[in-house]
């Protein structure tokens, strides 16, 4: 009997186990050509989460992890340290081994490219003394991160860093002018021979812009970066390679033709619907729109009971205590506890908000009611996406760079730059005379281009920028012992609105003072020798 039950139990485990292998086939099987495979084959096709949909399958890595024996967490962990240590030791062959070891362990591993390649670009390179040693580095940090989009195809953040370090580290580094140089003629970083990549701030806007079109066609998510910050960067790219052409000498159509794309882009930008932190979207181009509306929604509020905004704030006026109303009227400059407090008393009382005006139309006129509350809750919407997009548009730096790009493009700002970059060669040959020539023209260009932008502030980057043409003429009236001070001088120079706002550190605070004298027609300071001569050091006025 009790052989009998155990036959029996035995095979109803067979059955059993039988009964769950089906499913469990059925669920599991492989997809095949022809043959979507399983559910959960057809999911993780789906959510493109096998090894093919991730990126390139490397056998030797498999074959590594593998040979790990499940110690792959203790394996990894053994040469994190082992990188670190080789890193302070400063021993970058070593090093470079070991990140590659890692990269075959963990290839999925996002973390581990961004890691290692800003090591390697970032720490590592500034370590040499060559700059061709340094710049090798740089050149093994963004390899690194290419080898890394392989193995994850279409992922924003590696592509996001490629861009960054394709284009800020090589562009923007001390020794960028070599950089540039050194990254057109690298055929490792330029396989394919595409001219229009060879320059690093182009190639940057290209990965840029493979990283955006990984969000928008392939729906990759941002995961947690900012969605302003991410999609501004091909704009952003294309304005830096605009800047540097400039920089090298490079003007007339070729630099417009830069400046136009910068615009176009930016305006691209403008218009593109990125998601809130509030979870709704938002256009950075719609600030005016939604201020518009609210004012619209407004008078619709004000019109359900004209006056009664200004009669809650003569009501609320009258509740205030004396000691309220005083520091209301007129804060110290030093307020006491008390004052403070009796000041935040009085603007929560004469705080007429919208939805207190709503609630009072509602109570003096029932059958508005509703929609004194509709309009109200519309008007805080409106503003909520005004201010929303207002703060998006600061971090950005919105309309500095509309306004830039479009003023960048006119042919006064391109001759400006131009003659400016000629006054500069025309010194460094031993020509001052020519050289101040040059500038004052440049300066002459740069008011009317700035003329025709008014909105453009003269505080922005700009005005830093033209601060350095403005400190180079120092320079070169030095050498002809001239100043700014000089009448004679200072009738020539265009820049003055702007020299007064930017001089922040006071370099040219006599000359500005002896303008506005002259202008007033009061009598010109005297200027003192020992101030005049600490502006600019002869010895560092010599072109090198």
């Not at 979507?36 to 590594?64: M, N, V």
């Not at 042919?411 to 040959?429: G, I, M, T, V």
């Not at 922005?460 to 030095?478: H, K, P, Q, R």
């Not at 020992?530 to 090198?544: D, F, K």
Request: proline fraction near 4%; charged fraction near 30%.
């Amino acid at each position: 009997m009790n052989s009998n039950n155990s036959f029996f139990r035995k095979m109803v485990y067979l059955l059993v186990l039988m009964m769950i292998a089906v499913p469990i086939v059925w669920l599991g099987r492989p997809s095949s050509p022809g043959d979507q495979g399983g559910k959960l084959a057809q999911q993780r096709t789906e959510a493109r989460l096998g090894q093919a949909d991730l990126g390139a399958i490397d056998p030797a890595s498999e074959t590594i992890r593998l040979a790990t024996l499940g110690l792959r967490g203790i394996a990894v962990t053994m040469l994190w340290n082992a990188a670190n240590n080789y890193k302070k030791t400063e021993d970058w062959t070593a090093f470079q081994s070991t990140l590659e070891q890692l990269a075959r362990l963990q290839p999925y591993f996002v973390k581990v490219w961004q890691y290692q390649a800003w090591n390697l670009s970032y720490n590592v390179s500034v370590e040499l003394d060559n700059v061709r040693d340094r710049f090798y580095y740089v050149k093994q940090g963004i390899e690194y991160l290419m080898d890394g989009i392989g193995y994850n195809r279409d992922h924003p953040r590696l592509l996001d860093d490629l861009g960054w370090f394709t284009g800020n580290k090589v562009g923007r580094a001390d020794e960028h002018e070599i950089y540039r140089k050194l990254y057109k003629l690298d055929e490792d970083l330029n396989p394919n021979d595409d001219p229009t990549l060879r320059d690093n701030w182009l190639a940057s806007k290209h990965w840029y812009e493979q990283a955006v079109d990984a969000v928008d066609q392939k729906g990759q998510s941002l995961s947690t970066m900012n969605p302003t910050t991410f999609f501004d960067s091909p704009a952003r790219s294309q304005i830096s390679y605009a800047e540097a052409i400039e920089e090298e000498g490079i003007f007339g159509e070729t630099a417009k033709r830069a400046w136009r794309e910068g615009a176009r882009l930016w305006k691209e930008y403008g218009e593109r619907e990125m998601k809130s932190t509030d979870d709704f979207m938002i256009r950075l181009v719609d600030e005016n729109k939604w201020k518009l509306e609210s004012a619209r929604l407004r008078n619709e509020l004000d019109a359900l009971d004209p006056g009664i905004e200004a009669k809650m704030k003569e009501e609320a006026q009258g509740q205030l205590t004396a000691d309220q109303r005083r520091v209301w009227e007129s804060l110290p400059a030093t307020p006491t506890p008390d004052e403070q407090k009796w000041h935040s008393e009085a603007m929560a009382t004469m705080d007429v908000s919208v939805a207190k005006i709503a609630a009072r139309i509602a109570k003096d006129h029932p059958e508005n009611a509703a929609k004194a509350q509709s309009l109200a809750t519309r008007i805080d919407e409106a503003n909520r996406r005004a201010n929303l997009i207002g703060s998006n548009r600061d971090v950005a730096n919105y309309e500095y760079w509309r306004i830039r790009c479009n003023l960048e493009q006119t042919s006064e700002a391109l001759k400006a730059r131009d003659l400016a970059h000629q006054a500069e060669n025309r010194f460094a040959e031993g020509d001052p005379e020519g050289a101040m020539g040059l500038y004052e023209q440049s300066f002459v260009e740069w008011g009317k281009s700035l003329d025709q932008f008014p909105e453009m502030p003269r505080d922005s980057t700009t005005g830093g920028d033209l601060m350095e043409f403005i400190e180079d003429y120092a320079a070169v009236l030095e050498q002809l012992d001239l100043s700014l001070e000089d009448e004679e001088v200072a009738n020539r120079f265009a820049l003055w609105e702007l020299l007064e706002i930017n001089d922040q550190q006071r370099k040219f605070a006599g000359a500005i003072e002896a303008h506005k004298a002259r202008q007033a027609g009061m009598p010109v300071p005297k200027r003192e020798e020992s101030e005049s001569n600490s502006l600019i050091n002869p010895a560092e006025a010599v072109p090198q």
